[in-house]
């Protein structure tokens, strides 16, 4: 075991804190251990220097990760692999005769009114699989007990499961993304998304520019609180506006309203931490100023490599209709229960015994159907 003499290295700490002397550069390599993943020939004793240092702990890094993506999930089923979705048009109305009778005129009831119901079948599944092999003699040479066996083994499993939890979120986002990328494309086109606002893809900042007559910055966003308070109120207005029937709020222009108990929102954490560190924690009425109850991620896509919020709130994508959607400055989603969804999905674990090498091999396997439906409200909180 390496022992460093750091008596040197105290004192000048103590000088530091103390108020006796500035800061100076500190040498932490003999102090703080990196670790290694290998044993080197200083790793023996301190007294004939020859006996191998031996392990007197062991921890096992067994952490559960628990997911950051709102649920969607809808019951799978045994039998089948098409989910049909059936719906019925609002009639229209027609003349009532009570209030015009004429003499003479015939008021048959005898007629059939064919109500206007349509269907979608959705029938596709995506599928994955992670595999991990184990084995029982071999693995037992470098542990003490059964108990360390097992705990290192609990680790194993524990880390598919991880893997399984964050590929699996990362796809309900992709199922976000995609109806993301198709209201864009809806209420865009080809038009540049900094040229107007849309109805269902809101450019906040334009609308805020043009209301303030003022030219706010996308790099500027998140630290005005007039901007963050303009964009709770058109949020929050949203959630009104959904609620009545309306064409508007869906790609396919479909009569539909949604409810406040079937309403999602899933809004960017930078966004949501602005708004209470800005607006919130200065208000003396914060809850006229708070943001609808709503799910938070920290991204759409990924983090890139900096976490800086041109990486964060956007997406690149090639949508299921073959558009290129390439978008940043995502804040926030609202959309239906019905729009979207994750189902039918089916998670199960096969195994193989390999007699000649001892081992065995689990393949963790999981299917999934996750569904789009243009039919249904959605809206996209943007700012360009």
């Known amino acids: 075991m390496q022992v460093a003499q750091i008596y040197n290295l105290v004192n000048t700490v103590t000088t530091e ?15 703080v251990d990196v670790g290694k993943t290998v044993l080197s020939n200083t790793d023996v004793d301190n007294y004939v220097r020859s006996l191998m240092n031996r392990i007197g702990k062991t921890i096992f890094s067994d952490r559960k990760y628990s997911g950051l993506v709102p649920s969607v999930l809808i019951d799978s089923w045994e039998f089948g692999s098409i989910m049909q979705k059936i719906g019925a048009d609002i009639p229209d109305a027609v003349e009532n005769d009570s ?10 009831p005898d007629v059939f009114y064919k109500p206007t119901v349509t269907q979608k079948l959705f029938n596709s599944k995506v599928t994955f ?20 066996l097992n705990a290192f083994l609990t680790m194993l499993y524990t880390s598919v ?20 990328s198709e209201t864009i494309k809806s209420d865009y086109g080809t038009a540049g998304l900094d040229t107007k606002s849309g109805i269902k893809a809101v450019n906040l900042l334009y609308l805020y520019n043009h209301t303030h007559s003022t030219s706010l910055t996308v790099d500027d966003i998140l630290v005005n609180p007039d901007f963050i308070k303009f964009a709770t109120l058109t949020i929050n207005n949203y959630r009104d506006r959904l609620a009545s029937c309306s064409t508007l709020f869906n790609v396919e222009g479909k009569k539909r309203f949604t409810p406040k108990d079937k309403l999602h929102t899933v809004l960017l954490s930078d966004f949501v931490n602005a708004s209470d560190v800005y607006v919130m924690a200065n208000s003396y009425h914060n809850e006229k100023l708070a943001l609808p109850t709503s799910d938070h991620v920290p991204y759409w896509q990924g983090s890139g490599t900096n976490y800086n919020f041109d990486s964060i709130s956007k997406i690149h994508v090639k949508n299921s209709s073959g558009d290129d959607v390439e978008v940043s400055g995502i804040i926030g989603v609202m959309f239906d229960h019905d729009s979207l969804a994750v189902c039918n999905s089916d998670k199960r674990v096969t195994t193989n015994y390999n007699p000649r090498g001892e081992f065995y091999t689990n393949f963790y396997k999981f299917d999934c159907s996750y569904i789009n439906d243009l039919s249904e409200n959605f809206v996209v909180f943007f700012v360009a």
């Open 99 to 108: 209030w015009n009778l004429q003499n003479g005129s015939d008021y048959s």
């Open 129 to 148: 699989e992670i595999n991990l092999s184990f084995t029982d003699k071999q693995v037992r040479e470098s542990f003490d007990s059964t108990d360390q």
């Open 161 to 180: 499961e991880n893997s399984l939890t964050l590929k699996i979120d990362s796809l309900i986002l992709r199922c976000i993304n995609n109806l993301a």
């Open 17 to 31: 804190i103390t108020g006796q002397a500035d800061l100076v550069k500190e040498d932490l390599s003999n102090i």
